[in-house]
């Protein structure tokens, strides 16, 4: 089990910025990918920030060169630092953490684990 717990989100001008912050706990050796997602109203979930192994990342088209994911593991914390926000960006934002455990036959079971959401609102 993983525990995932979001802040950091609020309201924000255009042009502006925010840092989330996920603060994790539990089985986190198990951990293999973190990832930021978000969901606005109308629109399916989709993934805007990944990291694994701690230095490998990827992002979205939309938010590239504006977000930055980071991990701190001193900190058992999850850092999304979002700069230029946009309109568009308004959305709860949500933590996840993909954990894989060896199944003893060479293979791994995959779970997934996600926070409660943080809104974010971009709005003049």
């Not at 293999?32 to 606005?40: D, G, I």
Request: glycine content about 12%.
């Amino acid at each position: 089990q993983v525990h995932l717990q979001e802040s950091g989100g609020g309201l924000v001008q255009p042009g502006g910025s925010l840092r989330l912050s996920c603060a994790y706990s539990g089985d986190t050796v198990a951990i293999h990918r973190m990832s930021w997602h978000r969901e606005s109203p109308g629109k399916e979930r989709e993934v805007v920030a990944g990291i694994t192994g701690g230095v490998s990342t990827n992002y979205s088209d939309s938010v590239r060169g504006r977000f930055t994911i980071s991990r701190s593991y001193r900190r058992s914390t999850l850092y999304l630092q979002m700069n230029n926000l946009k309109v568009e960006d308004t959305a709860v934002y949500y933590c996840n953490a993909e954990v894989r455990i060896p199944d003893g036959e060479g293979d791994f079971d995959i779970f997934d684990y996600w926070g409660q959401g943080t809104q974010v609102t971009v709005s003049s």
